[in-house]
């Protein structure tokens, strides 16, 4: 009987180490403070470029877009934000956008600053969007616009990438 009950615990610690093993887990929250929390990986639904109509971003058919326009870059549901001790989240922007040869043209960090840090219905960023402005000047050709979104609570961070040409 006593190894029957020996085994089962073998067993069943098996199991139990096994199954903690297989997923994810951070163990320290924004503050410091030790915690085991799952974690879930941020996650876009959709992201394209366009020009804001004043109301909404229309996304772009071919990604070519003229002088002196607006290139926005527009995600619609930003999924896997952790929520903070405080019971917010807090997400951020980064952008960067480089010529053909690979060039910085333009970046900006922490778009949204204290603003990202609140609450967004079930978790999820609905379609939040950021800019870049060309002028008459800026060369025609082939650029590269990269996005950054940060969980600033966990310290994840996704990049996306879109390709457009500037005519």
């Given at each position: 009987m006593k190894r029957i009950v020996?085994?089962?615990?073998?067993?069943?610690?098996?199991?139990?180490?096994?199954?903690?093993?297989?997923?994810?887990?951070?163990?320290?929250?924004?503050?410091g403070k030790d915690s085991l929390t799952e974690v879930e990986k941020l996650d876009v639904e959709k992201y394209y470029l366009g020009l804001y109509d004043g109301k909404d971003v229309l996304e772009s058919?071919?990604?070519?877009?003229?002088?002196?326009?607006?290139?926005y870059f527009s995600l619609e549901n930003v999924t896997g934000l952790q929520k903070g001790a405080d019971d917010l989240y807090y997400i951020d922007l980064s952008l960067e956008v480089k010529n053909e040869l690979g060039e910085l043209v333009?970046?900006?960090?922490?778009?949204?600053?204290?603003?990202?840090?609140?609450?967004?219905?079930?978790?999820?960023?609905?379609?939040p969007f950021v800019f870049f402005a060309t002028d008459a000047e800026m060369?025609?050709?082939?650029?590269?616009?990269?996005?950054?979104?940060?969980?600033?609570?966990?310290?994840?961070?996704?990049?996306?990438?879109?390709?457009?040409i500037l005519e």
């Open positions: 020996t085994y089962f615990f073998a067993v069943s610690l098996l199991l139990f180490t096994y199954s903690c093993s297989n997923s994810e887990t951070d163990t320290t929250d924004y503050d058919d071919n990604n070519i877009f003229h002088r002196g326009d607006k290139v333009a970046s900006h960090s922490d778009v949204y600053g204290d603003k990202g840090h609140r609450d967004f219905e079930q978790g999820v960023v609905k379609q060369p025609i050709g082939s650029y590269i616009f990269t996005l950054e979104i940060h969980d600033k609570v966990v310290k994840d961070s996704i990049i996306l990438n879109k390709e457009f």
